[in-house]
């Protein structure tokens, strides 16, 4: 007997597989890749939960399939920010799903708690997930299974309903207790989670999907650097450090072109189609943000353009072009 578990690396996912697999069960924790995760690195973090609690790791791309039909039309809407959770989540269970028979396995589970998040994790929110995904009966909540309706592999026999947990709340007493009466260690996630509840990155995709339609390919250009908009509506972004330098630098796509220089500075992007004066703008402002010591007339490359300028602009100057 196999299952799927949607595996964020959260301490709840965690014990929700590891209840599973104390019953025999072998369980593939499966992490959905949206595209909109943080920018920290949580996989060498979800592969030590995997490993302590004996669940294999797998990771799943479906971020074409998201911005295509989740982040922009979510039939339960948004939460506080650009976060349409509740469709999100369905989308998640409709992949596990998918999954299924391709790995060969019989069911699926969550580390879900019924009445932990007012929004996602009420009773009537967890409907709306299974009745989207088609799940009904095959997603177990090992967490919350007895306050719940008895699904498939409780009513077969697969799983014993009295093994499962009865949490329902806020209160995360009963999940400590878990965690160290398995001997869990580690289990904070490293922080950032979804960018989609945070306000600043909502902001950028709204500005973002007001100038162009979003792919894949664009989804780096909003999560790393400086963002700003320009006067005559250029797109230009400037690495706020060595991660985001080299991140902006590996990119290739043909809404951008880079911008260098010779002199010591970050490394920025800017619209293929900007204007001539926002070309001279982000120059300027690109100036302002290398290491000052250089005097006179500069030349930047735009791709294979090249601008010449002085730097007569500040970091203040910029700031009223942040998004
Ligand atoms: S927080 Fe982000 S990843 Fe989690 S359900 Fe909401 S939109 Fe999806």
């Known amino acids: 007997m196999k299952a799927i578990a949607l595996f964020s690396g959260g301490l709840d996912s965690t014990l929700a597989m590891k209840l599973i697999i104390d019953q025999g069960i072998e369980v593939i924790a499966c992490n959905i890749n949206t595209g909109f995760g943080s ?3 949580r996989l060498s973090h979800m592969k030590n939960m995997c490993e ?3 669940a294999e790791f797998r ?3 479906i971020r074409d399939e998201y911005i295509r039909e989740v982040l922009f039309t979510p039939k339960y809407g948004y939460g506080k920010n650009f976060n349409p959770c509740i469709d999100c989540h369905g989308k998640m269970f409709e992949v596990a799903k998918r999954k299924m028979e391709e790995w060969g396995a019989s069911f699926l589970i969550s580390g879900e708690v019924l009445g932990q998040r ?3 994790q009420n009773s009537e929110s967890l409907q709306k997930v ?23 592999p409780e009513l077969e026999g697969w799983v014993d309903r009295d093994k499962l947990e009865n949490i ?6 009963r999940q400590m207790e878990l965690a160290e009466s398995f001997g869990l260690k580690d289990y904070e996630a490293p922080g ?3 960018l989609l509840t945070d306000e600043k990155f909502s902001n950028k995709i709204r500005d973002f999907i007001a100038h162009d339609t979003m792919s894949v390919e664009d989804i780096p250009t909003l999560k790393y650097g400086r ?3 320009l006067p005559e509506g250029a797109k230009f972004i400037i690495g706020r450090n060595a991660e985001d330098n080299a991140v902006l630098e590996a990119i290739v796509n043909p809404k951008y072109v880079h911008i260098h220089t010779e002199l010591f500075g970050p490394h920025s992007l800017i619209s293929h189609n900007a204007s001539e004066t926002d070309k001279m703008l982000a120059a300027k402002l690109m100036l302002a943000y290398c290491k000052p010591g250089f005097e006179g007339e500069q030349t930047l490359m735009f791709g294979e353009e090249s601008l010449t300028t002085v730097s007569d602009l500040t970091r203040n100057d910029a700031a009223k072009y942040f998004i």
């Open 52 to 54: 302590q609690v004996g």
């Open 39 to 41: 920018t920290k690195d």
């Open 130 to 152: 299974l009745n989207l995904s088609n799940c009904e009966g095959l997603l177990l909540r090992p967490l919350s299974a007895q306050a719940l309706e008895p699904t498939i």
């Open 227 to 229: 963002q700003l908009r």
């Open 118 to 120: 007012p929004m996602s």
């Open 168 to 173: 329902v709340g806020r209160n995360r007493d």
């Open 192 to 194: 950032g989670g979804c």
């Open 59 to 61: 990771s799943v791309d």
